[in-house]
């Protein structure tokens, strides 16, 4: 074969090796998540996501590319696959919220997207070159979307540390409706009720810390598992003691732990019940 036909099939050949390189290098910005409630709503899954990047919209329906899959009947089977602006976003979604509490009770999965091959890529679709990169404008200039806008590595560990207190609350478990302001008035009521939660609790996991806060008729219990609170909250939110229906929620953060109002009053049941001991033995 002369050297001038060679190199005219060698160029014809060219595009299509270029065309799959850049198939290959295209950026996945999706992910996969998994285990979700079936009363998710999209507005919902958007705002717990939205956070962590801008979400593409969708170049034909102005709709945001969230993908909720459905049954052969119609019913959400807890699976979704969101596809964000830019790659980053994808990965620390991934990264970040993977085995997170998409709620108190309901922990999920996220994972980068994963396409078989020959599988339908969201971005693969028939689109007009132009026409996509007109799209990729506009949603760039509307979002003011820039390499600048990235978080800087001062606002990546803020949010990290944020991320790791949240995940410190996902492990202490919050209960209302244990008792009544009427029942502090028995000096042994801490400590006897501390006692029985321990008690009760360490059977979900190990517990490391009980608090009873008297002023807020409030008890929290600190798991050393997040797995650990995740029972403990199924099985305590709803259940009756003592009469009364219990209320279990995850802590939040609004309020202290261990109020000084609060760490006094345990002091002043503590001497009270030092003092009834004493009155006792003699």
Not at 52 to 67: A, Q, T, W
Not at 173 to 199: C, H, N, Q, S, W
């Amino acid at each position: 074969m002369e050297g001038g036909e060679y190199n005219k099939r060698l160029a014809s050949k060219r595009p299509l090796e270029q065309e799959e390189k850049k198939k290959e290098e295209r950026k996945n910005t999706a992910v996969f998540v998994s285990g979700l409630p079936e009363d998710t709503s999209l507005d919902e899954l958007v705002e717990y996501f939205a956070k962590y990047g801008v979400i593409m919209e969708d170049m034909f329906s102005g709709g945001l590319r969230v993908k909720l899959y459905e049954n052969e009947e119609g019913v959400f089977k807890g699976e979704a696959l969101i596809v964000y602006l830019k790659e980053e976003s994808a990965i620390m979604a991934a990264d970040l919220l993977n085995e997170s509490y998409f709620r108190p009770d309901v922990l999920i999965a996220v994972e980068r997207a994963k396409f078989e091959p020959g599988a339908q890529k969201p971005e693969d679709r028939k689109i007009d070159k132009k026409s996509w990169k007109h799209h990729m404008q506009q949603m760039t200039k509307k979002l003011e979307w820039t390499a600048n806008d990235l978080m800087s590595p001062e606002e990546e560990a803020q949010l990290k540390a944020e991320l790791r207190q949240r995940e410190k609350y996902q492990r202490i478990v919050v209960l209302r409706g244990m008792f009544t302001e009427k029942d502090t008035a028995d000096v042994k009521f801490a400590l006897d009720l501390k006692e029985d939660l321990l008690e009760e609790c360490e059977k979900l996991g190990e517990v490391t810390a009980v608090h009873v806060l008297v002023s807020l008729l409030t008890c929290t219990i600190k798991f050393r598992e997040k797995e650990a609170a995740a029972i403990c909250l199924k099985i305590m939110n709803g259940r009756y003691f003592d009469g009364r229906k219990i209320s279990a929620v995850l802590y939040d953060g609004s309020f202290s732990l261990k109020e000084g109002k609060e760490d006094k009053a345990d002091e002043e049941r503590l001497e009270q019940f030092g003092e009834w001991l004493e009155s006792a033995e003699q």
